[in-house]
């Protein structure tokens, strides 16, 4: 039986004896970690055991695993997910990864200290937004309410599917509006891509002739402005999507 609030590094390789060896060097660095070679157990270990990150290697010789497997988990799971590409020339690799789910894709050139690196940077990233985001004046809830602070702020509840303003009043939003404030505010401070909005979103493809999301930012930024009038929340970044950037 796992220790209380164990959520280990899923790491996937097809090569048995590579995922194990990873997996081993993260477990020394003080992050533990679970080798698997097939998607079949890891997506079933997902649903037992949340785990703080899935590490998904990308070889050339089975190069659409990986994808296969973060479709799979971005469908059941937003545990944060990276590619590590095994090919010296993976941009279109990393392209795809990012407009797929992938919170980052990682070269074949970087170390491993680089990679632990990369994953502890992601896991704060991680931590902070489903926690307070003070500097921003935003909290992210998970389950009930947060005691009065002193200073108003807005919450984000997941549990509830809420929006609150500083006031405590809900912020009426659609089903829609908020998986899409969520998105952003999951990856607060980068810019998100109009792909992966729609497959959050809307759970389908994007195509550039959709406003969909372009709309549905509009009336969201319409509703923020009702109670924040000069703050800019989110914005638009030409060529790529959105960028959330607090409140």
Not at 18 to 34: S, V
Not at 135 to 145: G, H, K, L, Q, Y
Not at 187 to 206: A, C, I
Request: a positive charge; one cysteine or more.
């Amino acid at each position: 039986m796992e220790r209380p609030g164990y959520r280990p590094v899923f790491v996937h390789d097809g090569d048995r004896s590579r995922a194990g060896q990873i997996a081993a060097y993260l477990t020394n660095q003080g992050l533990p970690a679970e080798a698997y070679s097939d998607a079949d157990p890891l997506l079933s270990r997902l649903s037992d055991v949340p785990p703080s990150l899935v590490l998904l290697h990308w070889s050339g010789t089975a190069p659409h695993s990986a994808m296969n497997i973060l479709r799979q988990v971005r469908s059941i799971s937003a545990v944060p997910c990276v590619l590590r590409a095994r090919e010296s020339n993976s941009d279109l690799h990393r392209i795809a990864g990012l407009d797929n789910g992938a919170d980052d894709c990682i070269p074949a050139a970087f170390t491993e200290r680089e990679v632990v690196a990369r994953i502890r940077a992601i896991m704060r990233r991680t931590a902070q937004s489903s926690g307070e985001l003070g500097e921003d004046r935003t909290e992210v809830e998970e389950a009930a309410p947060a005691p009065v602070l002193r200073r108003p702020v807005w919450r984000l509840s997941l549990d509830r599917r809420e929006l609150y303003t500083p006031s405590g009043k809900p912020c009426e939003l659609t089903s829609a509006e908020f998986d899409f404030l969520h998105v952003l505010t999951r990856k607060r401070g980068t810019p998100v891509s109009r792909s992966l909005l729609y497959q959050e979103v809307f759970r389908r493809p994007w195509y550039p002739e959709d406003r969909g999301i372009d709309n549905l930012a509009a009336r969201l930024r319409r509703k923020l402005a009702a109670h924040c009038p000069n703050v800019d929340s989110i914005k638009s970044v030409r060529g790529v999507g959105y960028l959330f950037t607090g409140f």
